[in-house]
């Protein structure tokens, strides 16, 4: 702030005040009065500066032609520029390319038709510092009207951490997105193979008797020289060959679904078992069932296939989950030990209502479920997953009430050795 004083020997004293391109003339009708007004407006002068010093947002003034007339202090951190540097020069100095050269048009459009594009509404552009990084910020722009002159104050904010944020929680959801795709895959394929082994298991026997029964029915016709028309013998041939052909399409389709893809590599049984988690609650609304994750600091990293232990987790989970809807205090434990033989246990742990009686009696019985759109394979699937991993799902009533399934997997290296994933 400048002070030019322009003293006659009697009163009035006019004095021109001249500050960051405005001007203000002060009539006073003796020193005293003078002395005060201008220590007031000194005084007002100081706290406004103070209050701008403390504002987070950078602060920009420029008049109708887009010159900057007035530039904080965190202006001046935020685009790197020293004091004095940017007043007086248009603020596109402060604007990437193709901003830069657009605003002009933009400032003009405003002048003539009023439109307001930015005015009053705030919005997301982006800025340049002095060293040519260009970043995001929020800008919020206000008009204000001196005397006839007219200027604008700008808000800005340097926003790349929360813009940073959002790509981190975009990426992070395609990536569960993904994820969860693979699992439903996975699911799918295991599924198929359950199948594929319940059909074989099932269709054996009678396809067996078949064959069988058209063999004793060829032995039954020779021995009492019964006469048979060619057509009835070769009929009996094709019905015997389809026998053992249909045989053979359900071990073919039990071999391709079990195939194993060779999935087993070392894991960080926390990520793992956090990721399943967040996987089972997809889709499950706010059910307000509390779902509490606790795993060992020093769990040992496990030599598993990721996708699905996952599976097995994410059946286990959504069965508790699902077993919760309606229980008041809700509340699901997933924890994760080291077991005295080094590898480490896995419990899922829910304060439901139990197992159901008939369900508990045929406990990992394939097709059995109490859900009107269940398919009863998830706990078969779940076992035999945790078995082909060296260890066993195994089924106990919760402490104080609802169930608890526990399962363990091979630690990547025992005897306390650090595992290097
Ligand atoms: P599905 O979920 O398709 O019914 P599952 O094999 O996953 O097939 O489960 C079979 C049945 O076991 C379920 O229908 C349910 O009755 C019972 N069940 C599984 N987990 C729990 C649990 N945590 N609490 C109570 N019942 C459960």
């Keep these: 702030?400048?002070?030019?004083?322009?003293?006659?020997?009697a009163a009035p004293y006019i004095v021109a005040v001249i500050g960051a391109g405005t001007a203000l003339a002060v009539v006073a009708t003796s020193r005293s009065t003078l002395r005060r007004t201008l220590e007031a407006f000194h005084d007002r002068e100081e706290r406004l500066r103070s209050v701008l010093a403390t504002v987070p947002d950078a602060i920009i003034t420029v008049?109708?032609?887009?010159?900057?007339?007035?530039?904080?202090?965190?202006?001046?951190?935020?685009?790197?520029?020293?004091?004095?540097?940017?007043?007086?020069?248009?603020?596109?100095?402060?604007?990437?390319?193709?901003?830069?050269?657009?605003?002009?048009?933009?400032?003009d459009r405003y002048n003539t038709?009023?439109?307001?594009?930015?005015?009053?509404?705030?919005?997301e552009v982006q800025g340049m510092k002095k060293d040519g990084t260009v970043f995001p910020m929020e800008l919020a722009v206000d008009e204000i009207k001196l005397g006839d002159k007219k200027f604008f104050n700008?808000?800005?904010?340097?926003?790349?951490?929360?813009?940073?944020?959002?790509?981190?929680?975009?990426?992070?959801?395609?990536?569960?997105a993904e994820l969860r795709n693979e699992l439903f895959h996975v699911s799918r394929l295991s599924e198929l193979s359950q199948m594929g082994s319940v059909l074989a298991h099932e269709l054996n026997?009678?396809?067996?008797?078949i064959t069988n029964y058209v063999q004793a029915s060829r032995r039954i016709m020779e021995r009492e020289s019964i006469e048979v028309p060619d057509r009835v013998n070769e009929s009996l041939d094709k019905a015997s060959a389809q026998a053992v052909r249909a045989g053979?399409?359900?071990?073919?389709?039990?071999?391709?679904?079990?195939?194993?893809?060779?999935?087993?590599?070392p894991e960080d049984v926390g990520a793992v078992v956090r990721e399943a988690a967040e996987l089972g609650q997809i889709g499950q609304g706010s059910t307000g069932v509390k779902v509490d994750i606790q795993v060992e600091p020093n769990a040992p990293s496990v030599l598993i296939d990721r996708i699905q232990i996952q599976q097995v987790l994410v059946n286990l989970l959504r069965n508790a989950l699902e077993a919760l809807a309606k229980q008041k205090k809700a509340r699901v434990q997933?924890?994760?030990?080291?077991?005295?033989?080094?590898?480490?246990?896995?419990?899922?742990i829910d304060n439901g209502p139990g197992l159901p009686e008939n369900v508990a009696a045929n406990l990992f019985k394939p097709f059995l479920t109490t859900k009107s759109d269940g398919m009863g394979i998830g706990l078969s699937i779940s076992r035999s997953i945790v078995l082909d991993h060296g260890g066993d799902l195994e089924c106990e009533p919760s402490d104080g009430g609802g169930t608890t399934f526990r399962f363990s997997l091979p630690a990547a290296k025992k005897d306390g050795a650090k595992n290097d994933i």
Excluded: C, W
Excluded at 1 to 9: A, C, N, V
Excluded at 248 to 263: Q, S, T, V
């Design 248 to 265: 053979e399409i359900i071990r073919r389709l039990r071999n391709f679904a079990d195939k194993d893809e060779g999935g087993i590599s």
């Design 334 to 348: 997933i924890a994760v030990t080291t077991q005295d033989d080094g590898d480490v246990g896995v419990a899922v």
């Design 113 to 123: 038709t009023g439109e307001r594009r930015i005015i009053g509404i705030g919005r």
């Design 63 to 107: 008049d109708d032609r887009g010159v900057v007339t007035a530039f904080s202090p965190v202006a001046e951190r935020l685009f790197g520029y020293g004091p004095g540097e940017v007043i007086g020069n248009n603020i596109e100095m402060l604007m990437p390319q193709p901003y830069k050269e657009e605003h002009g048009g933009y400032v």
């Design 154 to 176: 700008g808000f800005a904010r340097d926003i790349t951490d929360r813009k940073h944020a959002e790509k981190e929680a975009r990426e992070q959801s395609r990536r569960l």
């Design 1 to 9: 702030m400048e002070f030019l004083e322009f003293m006659g020997q």
């Design 205 to 209: 026997q009678p396809l067996t008797a």
